[in-house]
């Protein structure tokens, strides 16, 4: 069955850099565009990123020039990689799957001094 498991959050200060994780199984990973959203406190879930099986990316407006995703299809893998984070990122971070709508079951990700 189609598994994707999310790692890679925490604490870090503002200003400072995460990288999350996301090992799928399941499912012939280079065929699939992946994506990652967040959801904060009392706030909608959002897309922050997406990349396509030709690794064409997309990313919301917040966080362009910060947060670059990328996947390694060796390792069935979907990275995120943030920069320069700033507390209005804090959220839990969740790896997607497009089609079939898969989510994974999220990482925690704060931003505090």
């Known amino acids: 069955q189609v598994q994707l498991v999310e790692s890679g959050g925490g604490l870090v200060q503002p200003g400072g850099s995460l990288r999350v994780s996301c090992v799928t199984s399941g499912f012939t990973f280079s065929y699939y565009t992946m994506g990652w959203f967040r959801q904060a406190p009392g706030k909608e879930r959002e897309l922050v990123a997406r990349i396509g099986s030709d690794s064409f990316t997309n990313y919301a407006n917040s966080v362009k020039g910060r947060f670059t995703i990328s996947r390694d299809n060796a390792k069935n893998t979907v990275y995120l990689q943030m920069n320069s984070l700033k507390p209005e990122d804090t959220a839990v971070y969740y790896c997607?799957?497009?089609?079939?709508?898969?989510w994974g079951q999220g990482t925690q990700v704060t931003v505090s001094s």
């Open positions: 997607y799957r497009y089609v079939g709508n898969y």
